[in-house]
């Protein structure tokens, strides 16, 4: 019996053990936001279904279609619950904002609002990581808070577009799942490794990567971008890129530039430059978007880099130490010539590095990335210009709507005679013109400008004025070519046109001298006007004598 007794105690000291060791996982609750409190503060009962605020631990559901979604975290910093979840079917605005304290996450994240109302949930509280877990994302998702991952592996799922803007922090570790895309801007400091297994990883900060001490690798059929709108950037992370045609992807992503694009690094024209160790697992393409790239670092692998055709800037391979089956080069996109010749309105055009766009028919806006050609008699509307443009086929002239020649961009004025269009170029706008970039003068068939000559290079309609000058060509400015000058003005014409004045070139003769030299004007009046005096006074004493 004393025996039984002693085994019957022990029996339920171990059963007892076992409640107190499940104590926090069986109390744990799912708390849902109802928004009924008359604040917004996470610890007032009556913001949550049964009247009842959350605890520790406690797993947090923020469902669509509620009232009250701007809501504060005012637990203690750092207070845990298990996971947050948005869910359901928007029937309305549903977009969420979570500020305040801090908050630690055992369990993970889950946003799967769905419907054709606004769903985006924005997280700016910091999040501390305690443990692995899974950040699930079928919508937009936006973590502008701090992130600490602490030595947790952090994978972010869905096919959803997650973002995160705050620094993130620790030795943990990110994955990349699921077709959707994750963005990341911050200065980061994580150091451990980053794998892109699927979709695509935005990078908007050279350290969006963490530190060099812990590499990234992207998968075959994954995609790595770099994006940044100005300025050069450097990537010390050293990268390892599997799969031909998904791999490290740098630049500026234009409009209308797919992320799905398999076989292109996406990078007008900043430098990106990777000078972190580079490791291929097969052949590789990279693409130069509105920026251009550059390879410093070791490069092992026997495989080839290639640049995709449709690139808009360059991409060199300059390797401290190449193992690649490519040598050091510069990779251009190839030359070739595209002419559009119908009558096309709606159709946009966009010019790519090597690319010269004829254009005799009539079209919508243009792109002209830096490295691209426009030319032709035709009629576009907005230009933007990041690399040259040369009106007519030689000469001729070209209409536009707005036109805006940014730094980087050229003119290429050609000049046969004194008649536009036929024997000097022009651009004829209907819209605001904003002059910047280099101005080119090319005079043609060994043609000599007479002084005093003007030509309307850019004729503005209406009466809004230029904005901007040209490199270097402020308002009279004088172009040197040869033995010819030029007087740049861009209130020129009927005085809002951009016009060229011959100061020294071929002598102008008879009145064409005369109107071109004011001064010589005045002499030759002058002079005229002593030697009728002088013939006047030797008939006036002819006379006299008779």
Wanted: proline share 3%; charged share 10%; hydrophobic share 35%.
């Amino acid at each position: 019996m004393k025996k039984f007794k002693t085994f019957f105690v022990a029996f339920l000291l171990a059963v007892s053990s076992l409640f107190v060791l499940a104590t926090p996982h069986a109390f744990a609750a799912t708390k849902t936001w109802d928004g009924g409190g008359s604040d917004n503060n996470m610890t007032t009962g009556a913001n949550w279904n049964g009247d009842s605020a959350p605890t520790a631990g406690d797993d947090l559901v923020f469902p669509a279609n509620i009232s009250d979604k701007t809501i504060t975290n005012d637990f203690s910093a750092a207070t845990s619950f298990n996971s947050i979840t948005f869910s359901g079917t928007a029937s309305q605005d549903s977009d969420y904002t979570i500020s305040g304290n801090s908050m630690t996450l055992v369990g993970g994240i889950t946003h799967s609002m769905t419907g054709s109302f606004n769903t985006i949930a924005t997280i700016s509280m910091p999040l501390i990581l305690n443990g692995t877990q899974t950040f699930t994302n079928a919508g937009n998702l936006s973590l502008s808070g701090t992130l600490n991952l602490g030595s947790s592996a952090l994978t972010i799922s869905g096919a959803g577009s997650t973002t995160l803007s705050g620094v993130v922090s620790g030795t943990g570790t990110i994955t990349k799942q699921g077709s959707g895309d994750l963005e990341v801007s911050g200065d980061n400091t994580y150091s451990g490794a980053t794998t892109v297994s699927a979709g695509n990883l935005i990078m908007k900060h050279a350290n969006a990567l963490g530190t060099a001490a812990g590499a990234t690798t992207v998968a075959s059929g994954a995609s790595l971008f770099f994006i940044k709108a100005t300025g050069d950037a450097t990537v010390t992370e050293p990268l390892t890129l599997n799969g031909s045609g998904s791999n490290a992807f740098t630049g500026v992503l234009d409009v209308g530039t797919a992320y799905n694009q398999s076989g292109t690094i996406v990078i007008p024209y900043p430098l990106t430059t990777f000078s972190g160790a580079i490791t291929l697992g097969s052949n590789i393409s990279v693409s130069a978007g509105a920026r251009n790239g550059k390879f410093t670092g070791a490069i092992s692998g026997n495989f080839t880099i290639s640049l995709v055709e449709t690139s808009t800037g360059t991409f060199e391979i300059a390797s401290s130490s190449n193992g690649s089956a490519t040598a050091n080069k510069v990779l251009s996109p190839p030359t070739k010539t595209t002419n559009y010749s119908d009558n096309s309105p709606s159709t946009n055009i966009t010019v790519n590095t090597n690319e010269t766009a004829v254009v005799t028919g009539t079209y919508g806006a243009v792109s002209v990335n830096y490295g691209g050609t426009l030319k032709g008699t035709g009629t576009v509307g907005i230009v933007n210009l990041y690399g040259t443009i040369a009106p007519g086929l030689s000469p001729g002239c070209l209409t536009t709507g707005d036109l805006n020649l940014t730094d980087t961009a050229t003119y290429e004025f050609e000049l046969a005679g004194k008649t536009a269009c036929t024997e000097y170029d022009q651009i004829k706008t209907t819209g605001a013109v904003a002059a910047d970039g280099t101005l080119s003068i090319t005079l043609l068939n060994n043609f000599k400008p007479v002084i005093g000559q003007k030509y309307v290079i850019i004729s503005n309609d209406g009466s809004d004025a230029v904005s901007g000058t040209f490199n270097g060509l402020a308002e009279g400015a004088t172009i040197e070519l040869g033995d010819t000058s030029f007087k740049v003005s861009y209130v020129g014409g009927d005085g809002n046109d951009v016009e060229l004045t011959v100061l020294a070139g071929a002598p102008a003769t008879g009145f064409k001298l005369l109107q071109a030299n004011p001064v010589v004007t005045a002499a030759v009046i002058i002079f005229a006007g002593l030697g009728i005096l002088l013939v006047a006074r030797r008939y006036s004493k002819l006379f006299s004598r008779n």
